[in-house]
Every structure is written in structure tokens, then in C-alpha cells.
């Protein structure tokens, strides 16, 4: 038989047509097909659509053109008209002078009353032939491929805030899942992580498909930093160097998809970031997501990345350039996609934070049907103050306030690397280090004269035992955690409200974005 290849609905059209002498591809109802280059198309069952003209099985053949100077072309499958018919013997049949009986019966299996079978083979015409002469239109027909990926897609994505990268991603991961079991998860954007609480950089494996917002379903990742912050701006070496040691924990025998999440900082210093994270990590795709006619930043292109400055790399010099010219040595490449979205979302980050902490300790309430359990109702464990060490990610707190600043507050489970040894009284680390972490607790009481610390945390007990620091960071606990306590009369504990914020340095400096300035708005 003459040589032949079979491609399912499934997989991509990536067969070049002049290697073969024909290529059968199976298609479902309404499944489109888009293509570049050039064919003869023949409707070998059902029927399919290009271009508003039908084709039904048993017509003659038609030329297709799809040139790199125009859209490309798109085959849509039809299915059948209104009659009985025995599918999978009348395909058989069909398909006996095209496969072999091996590639036939491992189509006809696929077959459905409304599947379609297409048939492609090459095309050449003088007017083809005659293009391709030119040196400028040699690849009018036969696009070059981009590169080949040796193991799975690494894909990076990027994009202002609000913009849609989330549900982008999720969308993907799902679409992943359909064709795979497991999809690595390499979370990059501290403000609105998708598996975890705000403030972690972790990596997962993601084998469920996502039908929600990610508080609906925040799992424990295979590997987790807890930074701390849901900004990087203050220590961009330590979030830089946290990504590049998860990655080095995945397995890179490891032949699964990986999709890595990004912050939506993309100007400055964050537009730096991106540009380091395409050169440390292998991408095969980086797909830039933007909003509006303006653009938010530059297009992160091979080309332009030989050429950008980033926060720890540096593009080569012209020298440099010119000795790997002459060596031969391709520049880094990838596949770079722009998404543009129709509109932006409202989206606002706090809210989401916020309903990601309270997905996260919701993993404290029974799995039986009943009332809810307050916090201050749950049974802590009780933690020796000498067996775990405590520090602070964000800035420099005093020994003696330590306890005042991480009573009541959302810790991070963390295991360093050295050993805990305390001379009787706590720990207190000097200088906070990223480390990995387990996942996160309540610190909801101290007990100075036993030495005892009570946490709260969903963590299971054989995990807890390799815990050996707890760290504070700027994610704070959601305030109603704290003000809707059933159960208490009068004043809550952890709550007060003899408070002044008008002292220098007694609260943090938020600002609202959203307010008009009362210039603006007439007021005088």
C-alpha cells in the first residue's frame, strides 16, 4: 500500500503533507480543523464546510489554499443528513483503498453517526511552483515550523492585572486534562495564588480539572514557599531564587504539561522579572494576555528578549552576539502568543485573597453536616516554645514584641534546614529565611509560663512533626474570623477598639486606587 498517516480528532495537524502521500484525519461534529500550507481536500464521510461550501461525501476533490499572507483556513464537520446507515461497516468500506487494515480498524472504531473522515494530499500547481521560485515567497505555502519541543509544552503566562490570567489558566489546565492525566502547576503570582492562601510561590500537580474560583479548591501543593507578602517588590532576589529552587524540585524525567503563573506586575522592575523567568526556565510558550488599544508593556518576543534588560540577566553584548553568530549557536526560542481581551475585569485582589484564606481554613470543620464550629471552639495543638523557632518575612520586630506580633495571627508551617536548640526560653530567628513550608496555622494563644504555644492548623500530625519554625508575614488573618464570634458577650478577644491610628507608624498606610482625588470632584 502506499505510505499513509491516520490522525485522530484529538491530535494536532502536525504531519507535513509532501512526507506522505495522504493523510486521513477523523473529525467530529462541528470540530474544526485550521491548517496552513496548501492540499487537495476530499470528503471521504459525512460532510464538511469551508468557507460557506459544503462538501459531502462522494464529491469530487478540491484545492485548498491557505497561505501565510492570509487566515488561514478552516474545515468545519457537518456530520450526516437524516438517514439510517450502518456507520462503522460503511467507513470500513470507504477507507479500504487509503489504510491499512491496522490504521483502519483503529479509525472505524472512532467512528459515530456523526463523525466526518477527510482526506488530504499534496498539491502542487504551476502558479505554486512558480511563487515558491522567489526567494521572499519560498515559504508562502510551506510555513517553517517554529521548533520542535523536545518534552512537553512549558508555558508561560503573562499579563497586567485583571486581565484575565487566572480563568485563562484554568481553562487550559482543564483542556490539558482532557488529553493528559496530570498537569504540573508553577505558581508565580503572590497575590492571587491558585491553590494556596495569598502570599506563597508553590508547585503543584494538578489532576482534578477546576470548576471554580480558586478558594473552592485550595490544596496542599507538592512544594510550597511561603514568602510572606503579596508583592515581591521588597526582596526581588529572594522571589526569583524561591522559583528557580522549585523548579529544581520537579522531576525533569517528568513528561506531563507545565503551565506557569505570573504576577501582574509588568512594568519596571516586574517587566524585568518576566524577562528573567523566560531565560532561567526551558518556556516552549509564552502567552501575553492584554486589554484594550493601549499597550501595558512590550511584547515579550524572542527577538526582543535577546535584546531586554531583566533584573539579574543582562542581554549579551554586540561582541558576544557576533562570536555566537559565528559559532552557529541559535538564540533561546519559543512559541510567543498575544491574547488581547475584550474587556478588563473588576476583579478587586483583596476580596479574593480574602475568600482564599477562608477557603483554606474552612479544612478545619468537620466533614459532618451541622452547625459551625468557631475557631476559638476548636481543641489547638500545643506547640513547646523551645521546639519551633519564630520569625518575622516583611521587617525587623523587636525580641521583646515578638509575642505581641504573632498572637493571633496567620503563621506559615515551616521546616529549616538546621536543627532548632534553644537555651530554655523561645526562639527567636533573627533574620527570617524563605524555607519550605507545610502549610498554615492560627497562632490564637501564648502561654509565656508554661512555654506552650496553641495553634491551630489543618495540617496533619505526622506532617507537623517535621515543622520546625513558624513565620509571620503581611497576610493577615480575614477580619471576620475576629468580629463574628458567636458565643462571647461583651468585648471579643483579639479585637478592640482603643485603638488610634492617627500615631505616627500605629498602622500601615493603605491606598485606595479607586477614590477621586476632592480636587477632582469639586470640593474646595
Not at 473529525?27 to 460532510?47: A, H, P
Not at 507578602?229 to 522549585?246: A, F, N
Not at 527567636?428 to 509560663?449: E, K, M, Y
Request: charged letters at 15%.
Amino acid at each position: 500500500r502506499c505510505q499513509t498517516s491516520v490522525l485522530e480528532s484529538h491530535c494536532p495537524l502536525d504531519v507535513q503533507l509532501k512526507q506522505l502521500l495522504y493523510l486521513s484525519i477523523l473529525l467530529t461534529f462541528l470540530q474544526t480543523l485550521c491548517f496552513r500550507g496548501k492540499c487537495i481536500v476530499t470528503c471521504l464521510y459525512g460532510r464538511v464546510e469551508v468557507m460557506g461550501f459544503t462538501i459531502d461525501e462522494g464529491q469530487k476533490s478540491y484545492p485548498l489554499f491557505s497561505p501565510a499572507s492570509h487566515c488561514p483556513l478552516t474545515l468545519r464537520a457537518l456530520g450526516h443528513t437524516d438517514y439510517v446507515r450502518d456507520d462503522r461497516t460503511e467507513a470500513s468500506n470507504i477507507l479500504e483503498d487509503y489504510l491499512s487494515a491496522a490504521s483502519r480498524k483503529k479509525l472505524v472504531k472512532k467512528v459515530t453517526p456523526t463523525s466526518s473522515i477527510i482526506l488530504l494530499e499534496p498539491l502542487e500547481t504551476p502558479l505554486t511552483h512558480f511563487l515558491s521560485s522567489f526567494t521572499h515567497l519560498s515559504e508562502l505555502f510551506s510555513p517553517p515550523v517554529v521548533r520542535d519541543i523536545d518534552g512537553c509544552a512549558v508555558i508561560l503566562v503573562c499579563g497586567v492585572k485583571n486581565v484575565g490570567k487566572s480563568t485563562f489558566i484554568r481553562i487550559l489546565i482543564n483542556t490539558l486534562l482532557n488529553h493528559t492525566s496530570n498537569v504540573d502547576y508553577l505558581e508565580g503570582d503572590l497575590g492571587q495564588t491558585e491553590f494556596t492562601p495569598p502570599g506563597c510561590l508553590s508547585l503543584s500537580t494538578v489532576k482534578e480539572p477546576l470548576l471554580g474560583p480558586p478558594f473552592t479548591h485550595q490544596v496542599t501543593p507538592d512544594h510550597m514557599i511561603y514568602y510572606g507578602q503579596s508583592s515581591c517588590e521588597t526582596d526581588l532576589d529572594g522571589y526569583l531564587e524561591s522559583l528557580k529552587s522549585l523548579w529544581r524540585r520537579r522531576p525533569q524525567s517528568r513528561e506531563i504539561p507545565v503551565i506557569i503563573n505570573t504576577m501582574g506586575w509588568v512594568k519596571g522592575l516586574g517587566f524585568q522579572l518576566l524577562v528573567d523567568l523566560i531565560r532561567f526556565l526551558p518556556v516552549t510558550h509564552v502567552v501575553q494576555l492584554s486589554h484594550g488599544v493601549s499597550t501595558q508593556c512590550s511584547s515579550l518576543t524572542p527577538d526582543f528578549l535577546r535584546m531586554a534588560q531583566g533584573y539579574q540577566t543582562h542581554p549579551p553584548s554586540q561582541t558576544a552576539l557576533d562570536e555566537l553568530t559565528e559559532r552557529h549557536c541559535p538564540p533561546k526560542t519559543y512559541t510567543h502568543l498575544n491574547v488581547q481581551s475584550e474587556f478588563r475585569g473588576v476583579a478587586r485582589q483583596g476580596t479574593q485573597r480574602e475568600l482564599s484564606l477562608l477557603g483554606y481554613l474552612s479544612q478545619l470543620q468537620s466533614d459532618d453536616p451541622g452547625p459551625i464550629r468557631p475557631l476559638h471552639t476548636l481543641t489547638p495543638y500545643q506547640v513547646p516554645s523551645t521546639a519551633v523557632a519564630l520569625g518575622v518575612i516583611h521587617c525587623e520586630v523587636a525580641p521583646s514584641h515578638m509575642f505581641y506580633a504573632i498572637n493571633a495571627s496567620l503563621v506559615g508551617l515551616c521546616c529549616l534546614a538546621e536543627k532548632v536548640t534553644s537555651k530554655g526560653g523561645p526562639v527567636i530567628l533573627s533574620q527570617a529565611t524563605l524555607c519550605p513550608c507545610v502549610g498554615f496555622g492560627v497562632l490564637r494563644g501564648i502561654d509565656t509560663a508554661r512555654g506552650l504555644y496553641f495553634l491551630l492548623t489543618p495540617v496533619d500530625p505526622s506532617v507537623l512533626r517535621n515543622v520546625n519554625c513558624l513565620l509571620l508575614g503581611t497576610i493577615s488573618l480575614p477580619s471576620c474570623i475576629l468580629t463574628e464570634q458567636p458565643g462571647f458577650e461583651g468585648e471579643m478577644p483579639y479585637v478592640t477598639a482603643d485603638y488610634s491610628f492617627d500615631l505616627t507608624g500605629a498602622g500601615k498606610i493603605r491606598v485606595f486606587k479607586g477614590l477621586m482625588r476632592p480636587s477632582l470632584m469639586g470640593v474646595k
